[in-house]
């Protein structure tokens, strides 16, 4: 076939999909609702992957955590804390290229009262100096802990962002004081948002005080620690962080007087760690969703293919004539199945306006992250013309060898 | 194209020379049913034909086989001097494009399309240019008294308005020979007069054309008339047809 007979049966084509509107509409709704299903996936795990990016670099990229307790055998409730002062200082002092070491003590469930309000936020933590370059949580409004707060014990906080919006709405909690189980605390600073949440609660709903505050105030241990933060030069790559965690985990068995054969009675974490369990959760996801997306797609392919087939009968007059007009084989299977490619075009622009509407509807209730990307919309594209390739190949077949005089019978 | 070239009329020559032509169906259940047998006729230029016969006569079975739109079980077909049963989809698509043109019944018009649209319908499968394509359909139109309806879809059209269409699309690309199948079956006497009128004037221009009927007013239009019976063609005077009396 010529260029110029080509430009006509694609004239024909889009000729046919306006004039059977209701089949057309149906297709498109059936490809569309295919397409929009992949597009918020492909969007939610799109953003859930820059989120864990964002998170490891929150974390640090050269620290790592270190826990009290047996996490993998023991119960929440069970656990023993067993990091001491006395790790801290060790920690420091001999492990080999040590920046900095952060201590960290948590209490869960504390009664909170400002701004005329009564909130139990999920945590209570206390920190030493400088929490921003410590954890890599800065302030966003006011100031840091400094070295004077830590060494006269002084009662200020800095407020989560959950906890100062439950206290103060939108007023500015700078200055206010606040009461923590009845001790009378000033507000220094509230922090950035973390927007994670985890078994133990909303990182955001917080109440951050000087750890010396935490111990004489809210009468903590003076002898453990929940969590220690061991922080190394940036110039240290992967492998270097992996053996300074061994080094660190045989320096605290030492001093935890662990039998050979006995497990840890702490757990070290790097970002690493962090990185491995999001992969490990998003491959999970990933099949998850892509199964129901999977099918999503498929179940839009196969109703095309029968609305399709049901428009093809409906069109027999159509292809008799055009037949008896000196359609070949090719000009009746290539209308079609352009046709078919109008319609899956059509159903990825609706699949993808229903999805980008239905991830930025997401966006807006912060329920998720959703990033949509160019990526997305070619994929969806790509997807959406091969799911109208695919499903309509044998209709257009179908159409293509129909006997003329059949058809021209069948529609008298 | 390349079959243009050697399908090409010569006018010298009969169009179509049909011998000893059969057509038997298979029924569903397997049961052979023979519809035409060893049929033989020439068709020349300039013939206008009338193929009479009763239902199930196999009469349109016939011009079916001519138009190649159905192909013959047995039996010999050459159409300009072309042997069709050596034809592949392609070349007897490219025939029908070419030299066949095709006037139904039922009309047959794409029912969301406009008239002059169904009669561009044609010059989709042939090269020639748009501007020459429209040119020719509106002439066309005009020539058949729809010269103010060529923006009409079917629905607004009468019966013999369609059907006018349906003869304006059927000479779009110049056909050297025109099949019409019961062209009057749907239509008043009145308007039957006038598309014979119409088919009279279109093959006193040169057009060939074959026609079906069972209407003996519409037959008696053309200058020979065959009749079809169980099969088998048959001259006015009851006789069986040979090809050199049908000529």
Same mark, same amino acid.
């Given at each position: ?121 999920? $945590?209570?933590? @206390?920190?030493?100096?400088?929490? %921003? &370059? =410590?954890? /890599? ?5 006011? +100031? ?41 605390? $000033?507000?220094? @600073?509230?922090?950035?948002?973390? %927007? &994670? =949440?985890? /078994? ?5 709903? +917080? ?206 | ?247």
């Amino acid at each position: 076939m010529s260029l110029r007979q080509w430009k006509r049966i694609a004239g024909q084509s889009l000729m046919a999909v306006a004039a059977y509107w209701t089949y057309s509409l149906f297709i498109i709704g059936a490809i569309g609702l295919g397409i929009a299903s992949l597009t918020l996936i492909l969007a939610c795990m799109r953003g859930a992957e820059i989120r864990a990016g964002e998170l490891a670099a929150k974390f640090g990229p050269t620290s790592i955590n270190v826990i009290g307790g047996n996490l993998v055998e023991q119960a929440v409730a069970l656990r023993p804390m067993t990091l001491t002062w006395a790790d801290m200082r060790m920690i420091r002092d001999t492990l080999p290229g040590v920046e900095r070491v952060s201590e960290l003590l948590t209490r869960n469930n504390v009664q909170v009262r400002g701004g005329q309000n009564r909130h139990t936020a999920d $945590t209570l933590a @206390g920190t030493g100096a400088h929490h %921003g &370059l =410590s954890w /890599g949580w800065f302030p966003a409004l006011g +100031r840091d802990f400094s070295e004077e707060d830590i060494d006269q014990a002084r009662n200020v906080c800095l407020l989560g962002t959950s906890t100062a919006e439950k206290l103060f709405g939108s007023a500015n909690p700078l200055g206010e004081v606040v009461l923590v189980n009845d001790i009378p605390l $000033t507000v220094v @600073g509230v922090l950035t948002r973390q %927007g &994670l =949440s985890s /078994g133990e609660g909303d990182f955001d709903d +917080r109440v951050t005080v000087p750890i010396s505050t935490m111990i004489r105030r809210f009468n903590l241990s003076r002898q453990y620690l929940t969590q220690l933060r061991v922080s190394f030069p940036s110039t240290y790559g992967p492998e270097k962080i992996e053996t300074a965690r061994e080094q660190l985990r045989l320096l605290l068995r030492r001093s935890h007087h662990l039998a050979p054969h006995a497990t840890d009675d702490f757990l070290s974490v790097t970002m690493n760690d962090i990185m491995q369990f999001v992969n490990v959760v998003k491959g999970g996801i990933v099949i998850f969703l892509g199964s129901v997306a999977a099918v999503a797609v498929l179940a839009g392919g196969v109703a095309q293919a029968n609305l399709f087939r049901l428009s093809i009968a409906e069109r027999n007059m159509e292809i008799g004539l055009k037949k008896a007009l000196g359609a070949n084989h090719k000009a009746i299977f290539s209308q079609f199945l352009l046709e078919a490619l109008i319609l899956g075009a059509g159903g990825a622009v609706f699949g993808l306006l229903l999805g980008g509407g239905c991830a930025l509807l997401l966006n807006s209730f912060s329920i998720l992250p959703i990033s949509l990307s160019p990526g997305i919309f070619v994929a969806a594209l790509g997807l959406a013309g091969c799911i109208a390739g695919a499903f309509s190949l044998r209709p257009a077949r179908l159409a293509a060898e129909l006997s003329p005089v059949t058809a021209l019978k069948g529609a008298a | 194209m390349d079959n243009q070239r050697t399908i090409r009329p010569d006018p010298a020559a009969c169009l179509a020379r049909l011998r000893e032509i059969s057509k038997t169906f298979i029924q569903p259940g397997g049961l052979e049913t023979q519809v035409l047998h060893n049929v033989s006729l020439d068709i020349n230029e300039g013939d206008f034909i009338a193929l009479t016969g009763g239902s199930g006569s196999g009469k349109s079975t016939l011009l079916y086989i001519i138009g190649l739109l159905e192909q013959a079980s047995g039996g010999l077909y050459h159409l300009m001097e072309r042997d069709v049963s050596a034809m592949n989809d392609d070349e007897a698509s490219a025939a029908r494009n070419r030299l066949i043109g095709f006037v139904f019944q039922s009309f047959f018009l794409i029912p969301y399309a406009s008239a002059l649209e169904n009669v561009l319908l044609s010059g989709t499968y042939t090269n020639t240019p748009e501007k020459e394509l429209r040119l020719r359909a509106e002439a066309l139109l005009e020539q058949v008294g729809l010269s103010d309806r060529i923006h009409f879809i079917p629905a607004r059209l009468s019966g013999g308005q369609q059907q006018r269409v349906a003869l304006a699309r059927a000479l779009l690309n110049k056909p050297a020979m025109l099949l019409a199948d019961e062209p009057t079956g749907q239509l008043d006497t009145a308007t039957s007069r006038s598309i014979m009128d119409l088919l009279t004037a279109i093959n006193a221009d040169g057009t060939t054309i074959v026609m079906v009927t069972h209407n003996p007013e519409v037959a008696d239009r053309a200058a020979r008339r065959i009749t079809v019976r169980d099969g088998r063609l048959h001259t006015p005077d009851g006789q069986r047809s040979r090809p050199e009396e049908a000529a």
